[in-house]
């Protein structure tokens, strides 16, 4: 799986910090860190930060080590 956050859409509300901590981090006001790739067991906790962005900032795409399809 590969996550993308449009950061030009992000207004830092951070609740993908909330759903999801080992995923992403919000330094400051307006730096967000985050995984790009992250490992499988994760995501549950990326499919709630996904949910949970008020802005629809973050997306969840397949990844060819997860047996889908891009």
């Known amino acids: 799986m590969r996550v993308v956050?449009?950061?030009n859409r992000c207004q830092g509300y951070?609740?993908?910090c909330y759903a999801a901590?080992?995923?992403f981090v919000l330094h400051g006001h307006?730096?967000?860190f985050y995984d790009p790739a992250p490992p499988a067991?994760?995501?549950g906790a990326i499919e709630r930060a996904v949910?949970?962005?008020p802005v629809r900032a973050i997306r969840?795409?397949?990844g060819a080590d997860?047996?889908?399809t891009p």
């Open 41 to 43: 067991e994760r995501r």
């Open 5 to 7: 956050v449009d950061l």
């Open 51 to 53: 949910q949970a962005c």
């Open 21 to 23: 901590p080992d995923a």
């Open 66 to 68: 997860d047996g889908e």
């Open 60 to 62: 969840l795409q397949a």
């Open 14 to 16: 951070a609740q993908c």
């Open 30 to 32: 307006e730096i967000l």
